[in-house]
């Protein structure tokens, strides 16, 4: 009889075939459930010219990558540091139009997956987009149509399709049954709506653990094609359920990517930590730690 | 009894909401969910809301976080609500009112999160558009901005992310039948309304310790007045008691 088949990888091996150009999606909302590990092994291996779709209110994985220079062209709903206030990485690479943005909004990226992942040619609204400057900036995404059926406006837009999503959860099996203990921000129609799937866990448990709760499961293993086990893999962002964000880390960030010395940062907390084990020994095991004593 | 701008915007909003509400605050905004918690507590106990990013359906949380995405803030919640129906609600007036504000925001409510200058040239970028085209599906825009000047209040967006009272018909046409645009702003000197014939942007109470003077000095436009303005009402010792029981770390006074 035959084995059924382990997705379990490293980071490195489960990203190294992404390619320069790629579209690439990291789940999460705000400093909650970003793919960070996974985010730090893109900028490792220096993959370039990424087409980047957002989920509809994040920043600071998109904020690092345009810093280490990996994106040629992005999507925006909101892309800021929440509580931090904006992403000067992206800011200035967006006065400085050193990259491609195109303007959005949070239910025209939502719908936008949501059709890649129904197999839908567009998804049709109803004509409020026509009330704001987002057809004019972003013509290839607002269309205004008639709805066949009312004879009235409406306004079509496309399926955005990633070829690969990054997604963080709590808990994985090997064969990519995930358990997200946060809120749900749409990692369902993500995970459908991609091409490829590569889950990150904060913890791999046994298969027996899952199929014990199969209702706690939120992402199938069945979209997912690699699981990479990454403690702290939303570090300096949170793991909702298992800790929170590292504050003085982000503010260091913050303080760097103002000055436009994001580099520094780079080379402190990614280029110099071959992998993600050494980037978490670097922080400190104790600081890391007391994370998990959270609210 | 003393009070903070911040407390007495947070009693001025409860204020505005009403039972049977349903609502939703994001990034930024503990001065919007105080009031929000307070209208609950008050005279608005059938009023439902959701606490931005954290997707928590009446949030208790012990404590302001800064985040709203924070999972702290599903403490007490009834439910975890997904981004799906979160869209789902902003769609189908299902929201009757929500919590919007802007970089910018004109004299007919038009608001804008995406860039101060010509987007296309010289600019300063802002964050996204996020849920600002709402404005145009949600029955009630509650406008909500944390400062009151010439740079914020203009006489027009410079990209209109969110659509106010301009464009005429056509646009108003655009809009979801059940959807009344921004009806109300509060800013820290002042709450404001549209109700003039043109649907121009109108004083509707100063804040005490300021002037109409001062607030029309403030706003980058021929901000109207009609008739006596009054000043806004200080919060009741009550009030102030139960927005210092939900703020138990003080944040609004800060």
């Known amino acids: ?295 | 009894m003393d009070f903070s701008t911040a407390e007495l915007m947070a009693v001025t909003i409860s204020q505005e909401l009403r039972d049977n509400d349903f609502t939703a605050v994001g990034t930024a905004s503990h001065i919007p969910l105080c009031g929000i918690r307070l209208a609950q507590r008050t005279h608005a106990p059938n009023l439902w809301f959701v606490y931005g990013g954290s997707g928590a359906l009446n949030s208790k949380a012990r404590q302001l976080v800064e985040m709203a995405a924070d999972f702290r803030n599903l403490e007490g919640a009834e439910y975890r609500t997904p981004l799906q129906d979160i869209i789902d609600f902003e769609f189908t007036g299902r929201f009757t009112c929500l919590f919007l504000g802007g970089m910018q925001i004109d004299q007919y409510g038009s608001m804008n999160m995406v860039a101060i200058g010509d987007p296309a040239g010289k600019h300063i970028r802002g964050p996204g558009t996020v849920g600002l085209a709402f404005t145009s599906t949600i029955p009630r825009t509650l406008v909500y901005m944390q400062h009151h000047d010439p740079r914020l209040f203009v006489r027009k967006v410079d990209f209109v992310s969110g659509r106010g009272h301009d464009g005429g018909e056509r646009l108003a046409s655009y809009r979801q039948p059940w959807c009344k645009g921004p009806t109300w702003v509060i800013t820290p000197l002042a709450t404001m309304d549209f109700e003039t014939p043109d649907r121009r942007m109108r004083l509707r109470s100063v804040h005490p310790g300021h002037t109409v003077e001062e607030v029309r000095d403030q706003t980058g436009f021929d901000l109207a007045v009609t008739g006596p303005v009054p000043t806004t009402e200080a919060p009741s010792p009550e009030r102030l008691k139960i927005i210092r029981e939900i703020d138990v770390d003080g944040v609004l006074r800060r």
């Open chain 1, 1 to 295: 009889m035959s084995q059924r088949r382990s997705k379990l990888k490293s980071a490195a091996e489960a990203l190294a075939d992404i390619p320069d150009g790629a579209k690439v999606l990291a789940a999460g909302v705000h400093l909650s459930n970003t793919p960070m590990a996974l985010v730090r092994q893109l900028v490792r291996q220096g993959t370039k010219s990424l087409e980047i779709i957002p989920t509809p209110a994040t920043g600071l994985w998109v904020d690092m990558l345009i810093a280490a220079g990996a994106v040629s062209k992005l999507y925006v709903s909101y892309v800021g540091l929440e509580f931090l206030g904006l992403a000067p990485n992206f800011r200035r690479a967006a006065q400085e139009k050193t990259l491609q943005i195109v303007d959005v909004d949070e239910p025209t990226i939502f719908h936008g997956l949501r059709a890649a992942a129904s197999g839908l040619p567009f998804v049709a609204f109803p004509p409020f987009h026509l009330t704001t400057d987002l057809p004019r900036t972003s013509p290839d995404i607002y269309k205004e149509i008639i709805d066949p059926f009312t004879g009235k406006p409406a306004v079509a837009i496309p399926p955005l399709c990633p070829d690969v999503c990054l997604v963080h959860v709590a808990r994985a099996d090997i064969y990519g049954n995930g358990v997200s203990l946060g809120g749900r921000h749409m990692e369902d129609v993500i995970t459908k709506a991609s091409r490829r799937v590569i889950l990150s866990a904060e913890e791999i448990v046994d298969n027996a653990e899952i199929c014990r709760h199969p209702t706690h499961t939120t992402i199938p293993g069945v979209l997912v094609d690699s699981v990479v086990h990454a403690p702290f893999g939303a570090y300096p962002g949170a793991c909702p359920g298992v800790y929170g964000y590292d504050r003085p880390h982000l503010l260091e960030y913050n303080e760097l990517a103002k000055q436009n010395k994001t580099r520094e940062y780079l080379d402190r907390y990614v280029h110099a930590q071959a992998d993600e084990a050494m980037m978490l020994k670097a922080i400190g095991a104790q600081r890391l730690e007391a994370l998990r004593n959270y609210g």
